[in-house]
C-alpha cells in the first residue's frame, strides 16, 4: 500500500474511559488520520434513556447503579482538574481532542440507521476502529471501510467473548485478564483475532484499572496492526480452533455482590492517575 496513513473512523462511547483513553493514543500516531468519530451516548435524558436506566437499575440493584453514577461524576471532575494543570500530553476528552483537530462527530442512537452509514461512506474510511463502542454492528457498515473494521475487546478471546470482559476475568478470579484485537464480522466477537495480550491480576487490581490497561495495549496492538497493513502486508490471522470459547452476557445483581465487598470497581487516586500521566503512544 503506497499511502502513510488509514483514514480511519473511530467508534466512541460517551464518557468511557476505555474509548477516550484509545483515542488520545490514535490521535498521537502517525499512522492513522482520524476523519471521523461516530458517539454512541452510554446514558440520555429522554424517555427512552430514562427507560433504560430504570431496566438496569431494576437489573442490577440500587448499590451498583449508585455507584456507576458516583464513578461517572469523580471521571468528570477529574477530567475538569486535569485542564487546570500544567501537562501538555495528560488524557483529553473526546469533545476537546474533536474540537483541537477539527474531526467531525457523528452523535447516534444506531450506528446501522441510514443516517449514520451515510455519514460514515462520507468520510471513505480505509478503516473502522471500534473501541467499547456499545452498539452491534450489521453487514451495511462492515462493510463501508475498503479494509475492514477492527475492534480492541477488552478480554482474552475466545475465552472471554461478550460484555463486560474485565469484570468476568476479576469476578472469575483469574490470575491474567486479557485484551485482545479483532476483525469484526456479525457475530459477537466471532472475527479472526488478529493479536492479544495478558494482563497479570492481584488482589488490589480494579475493574477500572484494568480498563484503562486494556485501552493502552489495545492500542498499541492496533498500531502494530496498522504498521502491517501500510507496509502491504495481511496481517496474521491467530488459530484459535483448538481453544475452548466462552461467552459471559452482561453481569447480574448477585455478580456484583462480591464485587462491592471486596471494593474491586475503581479508586479515586487511580482515575487521578490515568487522567494526569502523560500519554505515550
Not at 49 to 77: D, P, S
Not at 106 to 117: D, P, Q
Request: with cysteine; aromatic share 10%.
Amino acid at each position: 500500500m503506497a499511502q502513510k496513513k488509514l483514514r480511519c473512523v473511530f467508534l466512541y462511547s460517551s464518557g468511557h474511559l476505555g474509548s477516550t483513553t484509545v483515542l488520545n493514543q490514535l490521535q498521537q500516531m502517525k499512522e492513522f488520520e482520524i476523519v471521523g468519530l461516530v458517539r454512541a451516548d452510554t446514558i440520555s435524558l429522554d424517555k427512552k434513556g430514562l427507560e433504560k436506566v430504570q431496566k438496569q437499575h431494576k437489573k442490577l440493584g440500587w448499590r451498583f447503579t449508585a455507584l456507576l453514577v458516583w464513578q461517572r461524576i469523580i471521571q468528570m471532575l477529574m477530567f475538569c482538574v486535569s485542564r487546570c494543570l500544567p501537562f501538555s500530553k495528560k488524557i483529553r476528552p473526546a469533545w476537546a481532542l474533536t474540537a483541537k483537530h477539527d474531526i467531525p462527530v457523528l452523535n447516534c442512537t444506531s450506528i446501522n440507521s441510514e443516517s449514520a452509514r451515510q455519514w460514515i461512506e462520507e468520510r471513505e474510511p480505509d478503516i473502522i476502529l471500534s473501541a467499547y463502542f456499545t452498539q452491534i454492528l450489521k453487514q451495511p457498515v462492515i462493510d463501508i471501510p475498503k479494509i475492514g473494521v477492527l475492534n480492541i475487546h477488552p478480554g482474552w478471546l475466545p475465552s472471554y467473548r461478550g460484555a463486560m470482559a474485565y469484570f468476568w476475568a476479576l469476578h472469575n478470579q483469574e490470575s491474567h485478564a486479557g485484551v485482545s484485537v479483532h476483525w469484526i464480522d456479525e457475530g459477537i466477537d466471532t472475527g479472526q483475532l488478529l493479536a492479544r495480550k495478558k494482563i497479570r491480576l492481584n488482589k488490589r487490581s480494579t475493574q477500572e484499572r484494568v480498563l484503562y490497561c486494556t485501552a493502552m495495549i489495545g492500542a498499541r496492538l492496533v498500531r502494530r496492526i496498522a504498521r502491517q497493513i501500510l507496509r502491504g502486508e495481511q496481517p496474521p490471522v491467530i488459530d484459535t480452533s483448538k481453544e475452548t470459547a466462552h461467552y459471559y452476557a452482561m453481569p447480574k445483581r448477585s455478580d456484583f455482590l462480591h464485587y462491592w465487598q471486596q471494593h474491586r470497581f475503581f479508586r479515586i487516586r487511580d482515575i487521578l492517575s490515568f487522567l494526569l500521566c502523560r500519554q505515550r503512544s
